[in-house]
């Protein structure tokens, strides 16, 4: 979904999705067909770099079906006024058996992984609902963000299952063990402003008139991240991912180790240059 292979994410070729909630394209780029449930936008000018993912499965709400699984590749959005995600298709799952059912939540929860895998920044963006599956997509992201009406919570709970795609253990990692079990053993929902206070969003605010003001702020993240240095932004997030899940002195090393990878780039070169000189980097991923 993103211009070149792993290397050209590495050295800084496309290298920051955003996940959104939209009612309309902004994407000067676009690769759906009328079929597909994923539309894969490629922003340009002084935004190129940013890549959008859209959820286009309209009158299911964006369900989480087998095909629209299949289309997700990496972050997702959506251009569904009011619903970012509705969560997993209960109609599709209801016609399956114990094993099919099983075999699909392992499917979802290998792609919410892949998901938190990617080496370059994700963000998810909020602007309806983000329900079960949903927020457990938002939670594979680095980054959320999400308007105050927005809506989300892992609602397994009150439909007999527990959240099976990563929600029960990254919640746990967001916004601490206690929280996170208040959340899922009560299946409740909250609003945008009530997430960013349990710090499950980093940025929330106020709907816009035209329903995407959880993506502007997402937007507003990326332009943010965007011209920082590729390479030290892999690192960085491969030091902070993979540190947190062990104890300290095994996480000094690992951040000894993305470190010293840092050190012979020629983005560190130019990043004390331009320091020197009093002047913005450019850097190249190199």
Known sequence: MWRGGV???????????????????????????PSAEVDVKRLDGEDTGIVEVVMRRHKARNALGHVFISQIDTNIMSMVPGVFCAGADLKERAAMNNISADSFVHRLRTLMTDI????????????????????????????????????????????????????????????????????????????????????????????????????????????????????????????????????????MAIERLCYSMVIPTRDRQEGMAAFLEKRKPNYTGE
Do not use: W
């Open 116 to 251: 938190a895998s990617m080496p370059m920044p994700t963000i998810a963006a909020m602007d309806g609902a983000a329900l079960g599956g949903g927020l457990e997509l938002a939670l594979a992201c680095d980054l959320r963000t999400a308007a105050y009406s927005a809506q989300m919570g892992l609602i397994e709970t009150t439909r007999g299952l527990l959240p099976g795609a990563g929600g029960s253990q990254r919640l746990p990692r967001l916004v601490g063990i206690s929280l996170a079990k208040e959340l899922i053993f009560t299946g409740r929902r909250v609003g945008g402003q009530a997430a960013l206070g349990l710090g499950l969003v980093n940025q929330a605010t106020e709907q816009n008139q035209t329903g995407d003001a959880a993506y502007t702020e997402a937007l507003v993240l990326a332009r943010e991240i965007l011209p920082q240095a590729p390479v030290a932004i892999r690192l960085a997030k491969e030091a902070m991912d993979r540190g947190i899940e062990v104890e300290m002195t095994k996480a």
């Open 7 to 33: 290397q050209g994410l590495v050295s800084g070729d496309v290298r920051l999705p955003v996940c959104y909630n939209r009612t309309h394209s902004r994407g000067q780029h676009t690769e759906a067909t």
